[in-house]
């Protein structure tokens, strides 16, 4: 197993360490944001949360952190009457410190989402001992108070959003038509959430408001456009070079590969694409010492357009059901042929990792600028090296491209995904900057 | 016994490095084997060792179970390499036994070079495997020597594995003549199994040209002649994806694997496997171990393989067959067939498992079972495998260094005890694990069985990693009493070579038969001691011995003594062997002629996908159908209802005993709905048979349209229309139809009763009390039934007088509930109290009365007969059998909690039963996650799941307000009505509870004025954690007048099915009888009754 092959690989940089008293008490407001973060991020980790759901673990707690955090800079609106169905956020009493507020908000929401619950009461414990120890008790109970408002309010909105009534639908019924998605290897795993598109967006009218208008159509005809792509994943996979096979395992992003020796099966977990994309934003944050208001509407925008990237993909990816090249490839071109990572559980058409990747870099270019000359230590724990950039876009297009060296998409896949994703990111910036939405 | 009373001190210390470990060679903990024999004819065995990776070791046996090393002076030591199999073989006939190791593990093909040790004659050995050609390098567990082509020398199969554990699980498929098809490995050498021919002492690799290359992960063979025409076979027990294969000798030097026509599953991960009669029925059975484990803590943290439902199909669906993660004992038919009870017979986990050993270890005369077990590394576990291992790649890729030790350390490691099964006579085992010997935990490997002492009794020798072996000498004889015989089976005192596959067969004064196929290749890397041996319990003199040779002659011998060592020699033997009898059975397949030509397919519906949690799928339960004259020519015409999708079909009867369908526009018009029972009655009261059809399956959502009932009028030709008027609008998920005139007022009234609330496992739709008015229907439950309203998922209803009163009383029968009685009086259905007298034998054998309504099971079917001729009706039927993963009975009820716990919408049924005590959930903690995504802050671990009981699964305040279900009895039977409401449950025999029963004909079959019951059965509809229904497909159960029944086997009776029979069609005039069998997803089978 290629994958396995990793376990050999090493590296002295640490990124995604757990939390240690520095990070708790550190002066820097923005820092304690970024540190709560890395725990989400770890916690959906170990917590092996696929990526919509991943998704959904990330965005709220954001908001919530956003909402008690933009009351110091007014250019900061509420999300209120700007994500659907947000209601009833209580008001600021005033006397709060709305950084404590912030920061008990997101761990509440953080706890009600992750399974691990015992790292963000942990976490939150820790904070508010050290606040107790040597601050205003009174102005410290009242944030915390508030920031509980606000959670619950958060939480209450998280439980309307069709999540829980989803697990009960039914489960992927697999077609036998030429050309729809089969399970593929090594896990052959039922089709996961199919019904990804019930869940309420955080901008979108309905998850199919950015439906490409492009489609990639099966065919066995030598001269369709889908016949072409899909002999350019095979021509691409079989002459990759290590430059190529290092950026497709970069932009894995895999929470759980599944390795198979015999009866040594083990599961390899890597952030999924969204929390690389979190952690990406977290390192141009630091980059730009930007302040904790501004680290949480970098945060917040940069989730609230993943999650919705997230549906509007699930949504094609079932209504299309498209095969995925190893399946197609083994079938009519080469038995034998292997995808160089290994192919998630779902259908291929379009590429969830261009949607979202491109839906965020929009968010950040916008924020954050352009140029953006970054360097990204997200994936030293997954084994591979740090790597530089030049702006967001050129990030979000690479890990794009990566799925096709990868063996995963097509790249009339991936280059339709991308504009999707660009689209749904401008969405949510029209919306949030409250300006008419546009294609 | 210790090593330093015996002298053995042999440990297979695995060591391991980085240029061999567990990541390396998966099978590296497979261990080592044992090979034991005489080498230096002083009558007592010797027992040699291999090493995995250390050095193998030979030990002298000295007498009086005192052994010596002798390794260095007999130059055995096996070499370099990793060690498998041993064998001591005579090789070159010359009476003294050669050695032979097989090697595996490195990808050094001359680390891997097979020895053959040729004795000296004067306890020194030297290799010759290159001048007998059996230098072979590839990568092999065993070798089993056979004469495959009946020449008269050993030739020798190599159960080898391909090097690349990482193609363990993948499934490839290409598209060959546009037709997708999976696809094998072509690179074959030195992986796939092999065939060497012996010619003239030189041996030649026969493989591709006997048709045995294969790209399977072979862990075992066994040697057996499974067509009975005198020519040996292969069983080859394959781990991982691929199913184990039978190799029929076509007798011409090819073979072809026919395993799916003897087999209805396979063990996923199969390791050693033996054959022998564990029923004295004359029959070998097969048992083929695997790694399934049986304490509910490492149950569930270990549990092999997260199968899901597409990986499963799609599996079956590339011919890789049905595969379970557990043990299988197929027991023999006698008809070219075997049923899988491995879980009737309570041998179906034990641990990671190697070595089966069936033998009479107590010499009552029953086989017995050794099971050795063990893994180093609980490389299984959940945790493990899912964070421990990622956590320590994460710390490397971090920079940390973490050395091997450290790694491997981090892997759970648990000693467990192995087996021992004594076998109670009725196959059923018993585990004796604690009462026959003080076991330490350990991690066992090969194993053989031999008499090292000579006192008659067979003692073990086991091979461990990490521990010195084990010798168990047993005390069976010293202890008392039981007789023994044994055998040595050579060719002739000139040319004394043993002659495998010979077979030994004892008549005892009782005429009870013991068989056993001489083969001391047995079990995992082993091969024990070169005599067959049996106990004979209390008898000293044995009538009858006879011993059949391959060549087709055999030997028999009259009034044999006990307690001694026969020898025999083929070249003594005159008799030729008698062609076997041709039955003459009662039952006749005569399919073939041609009378009736139907196959049921089913609509491809998946319960699992709604609703994930549930053990079965309610969807499949067709076909049904109803007979009559439908068109006034005084025979019997059918109606076979269709699944979703598929319409019903009328046939009509020929005077030929012949049927011809009769196109019905109506029933094609009405394809949608899934057909359940149906009924021809007259309905309108114009003299002709009109047809019921209750609407069911399952698969359209609560109170659908497709649920409607439909009633066809009859034109008196035999023509239908539908009358779209005549029946209430009603969506209930129905089942069964019962006529029964209530009013009095001569027309017939309706019971139809309401299977499963679809969506809502095990909820019940709705029951109806239909009255007929001139032909127009009314529901009326509700005015004259209420407790018929809701009574449960019924599948079968029954008018019959039971108490004697000359009024009749309503019987239903359905699952999750127990057998409930109605009586009719006043114009009101009530629900009678009745008893029921039930044999318990848990935890103390005795009767005990209790409430008719305690005896909640899964009751498919029920009729009504006065079996017991005392005057009044007993109550027969089917149930779900004991040969399942889950079961229960009185004090331990298989138990479903079903509530929406989560609050979702979705009706969550969480189905548990008992192991060791408690109730379990039956699902992994990854499958309660997917249905309740709020479990996953409850189990954060596996380890927090691992061993959480039902009870606990949910907090106090989730359980309020849940729905509870329970199945206390598993098995079909008959309640003897014994009058004032009282009755006492006989089960049926031992047969007819290795599958489910669907439906049964109560008939004097055999016209000896005894009722007699033919009942059928088998589903696939379980869940993939659950496994198929498969042992019984056809039963005849001999009556004996007193409501007891004798299981005749399908050899005698003739009902030789395979498949899921749904019901039978009794015909009968005065000419003959026969019976169709209707199959789900198969072609329906006739059978003529004699």
Redesign the interface.
Known sequence: ?RN?K?????????LLSLLTCSDLFAQDKAQTLHALNDLLVNTVM???FPPPIACRVYVYPQIAFYECIRTEDPSMPSMEGRLNDLKHLPKTPGHVDPFISACVSFSYVAQSL????FKFEEWRKSFTDSLFRQSDTSLTRASMSYGKAVADTIIAWTKRDN???S????????SKAQGAW??T??????GLEPHWNTIRPMTLANASQFSPQEKLVFSTSKNSLFYKTMMEVYRIGNTLDTVRKATALYWDDNPNVAV??????????KISPAGHWIMIAKQACLQKNVSVEKAAQVYALSAIAMFDAFISCWDEKYRTSLIRPITII???ID??WQPYIQTPPFPEFTSGHSVVSNACATILTDLLGEPFAFTDKTE????SPPRSFHSFYEASLESSTSRVYGGIHYPETARISVEQGKAVGRHVLAVYKNARASR | MPGNSTGITFRNDVLEDATMF??LY??LYAGGGVAIGDINNDGLPDIYFSATRGYNKLYLNLGDLKFRDITESAGVNGGEGLKTGVNMVDINNDGYLDLFVCKSGFKDPSLRKKMLYINNKNGTFTNRAAEYGLEDKSFTIQAYFFDFDKDGDKDVFFVDHPDD??K????????INGK?TR?DDTVTVNTSDRLYENRNGKFVDVTRKAGLIDFA?GLSASIHDFNNDGWPDIYVAN??NKPDCIYINNRNGTFTNRMTEYLNHVSF?AMGSDINDINNDGLEDIFVVD?AVDEPVRQKQLF?VNQ????FQ?MIDYNLFFQYPRNTLQLNNGNGTFSEIANYSGVSATEWSWAPLIADLDNDGWKDMYVTNGLKRD??DWD????V??SI??Q????R?VNLNTWLSSIPSVKTKNYFYHNNASLKFDNYSDTWADQPGSLSNGAAYADLDNDGDLDLVVSNVDDPAFVYRNNSREMGGANYLRFKLLRSKVSPDELYGTIVKLTGADGTTQVQHYDPQRGFLSSGEHVLHFGTGDQAIIPRVEIIFLSGKKIVLEQVKTNQVLTVYESDATQPVAAPLKPDPLFKDISNEGKLKYVQSENNY?D???E?LIPYKCSRKGPYHALGDVNGDGREDLYIGGAAGIAGKLLLLNADGSFTEKNQPAFIADKSYEDMAALFFDADGDGDKDLYVVSGGAEFDRGSVQYQDRLYRNDGKGNFTRNTNALPAEGYNGSCILPLDLDGDGDLDLFVGGHVLPGKFPQADRSMLLQNNKGEFTDVTASFASPLLNPGIINQANWSDLDGDGRKELILCGEWMAPMIFTWQNGQFTRSSNTVTISLSNPVKKDSLVDLDELKGLWYTVRTEDLDKDGDLDIILGNRGLNSTIGGDFHHPCTIYAKDF?????YDAVLGFYNQGKCYPLFSRDQLI????SM??KF?RYKDYSGTTLENLFTPEQKKGMDVYMARCFESGVLINEGHGAFRFKPFPERAQFSNINDLVVEDFDQDGIKDILAVGNTNDPAVMVGNYDATAAILLKGDGRAGFIDIPAIRSGLNVRGEVRRIVYLKNSKSRSVILLKNSGEARVFSVK
């Open positions: 197993m396995g990793s376990i050999f690989v090493r590296y002295s940089f640490g170990v917590d092996l992750v399974g691990s619950e999540y829980l009534k697990r009960g639908l039914y489960r992927y019924v697999l089969q399970p290897p090594l896990d052959y795993a039922q198979n020796i015999g009866h040594l099966s083990y599961f390899v977990h083994n079938r009519l038995k034998n030293i724990p997954f084994g | 567990m990541y998966e099978n554990f990482s363990t699980m993948t499934i490839n498929a290409a598209m997708l696809i992960f781990d991982f991960s790694m092999a899901n439902y597409d990986k799609l490389i299984t493990y495998k899912v964070f291992l990622d790649m994460k490397m890729n971090s920079g260094s998946i699992f996908k709604r994930p989560d609050n979702n919408g979705s997917d249905q309740m995504p996953r802050k954060i």
